[in-house]
Every structure is written in C-alpha cells, then in structure tokens.
C-alpha cells in the first residue's frame, strides 16, 4: 500500500509518517517546508519504504512519483 501524505514536515503530518512507516506501508511525504521542517520526520527518513519530496504539491508530476500506485491520500 502507497500513501501520500502531504503536509508532512509539519507536527502532526510527521507523527502520521513516523507511525505508517513503522506499521510498513510505503510513504511518500510531499511538503514545501513553508511551516514545517523536515527534521521532524525523524527516524523515518531512514526507513527504505519512505521518500521525502521537497515541493508544493501543485508543483510535482504525479506521474513521475508514481501517482498511479497511490492507494490512500491523508
């Protein structure tokens, strides 16, 4: 399963990556770091089943990122 989570260098957008992570669902974490910061992904940024793209979620291409394996959107 492939979640999107966008917002996720923010409080609680990195306690929901940290906790899908270690639950084994594959994350792709989308934020600009307008407001968070990226340090608060934590351990999670270490795990091989997250990825972390620094963008406006405006600004990516979907399909580049596999859009398409999406199953969840948080």
């Given at each position: ?50 990825r972390?793209i ?21």
């Open positions: 399963m492939t979640i999107l989570v966008t917002g996720g260098t923010g409080k609680r957008g990195s306690l929901l990556c940290r906790k899908l992570v270690k639950q084994g669902k594959y994350v792709i974490c989308v934020d600009d770091n307008s407001v968070g910061w990226s340090v608060n992904l934590g351990e999670a940024m270490d795990y091989p089943n997250f972390f620094r963008s406006k979620v405006e600004d990516i291409d979907g399909d580049k990122y596999g859009r398409k394996r999406f199953t969840e959107k948080i």
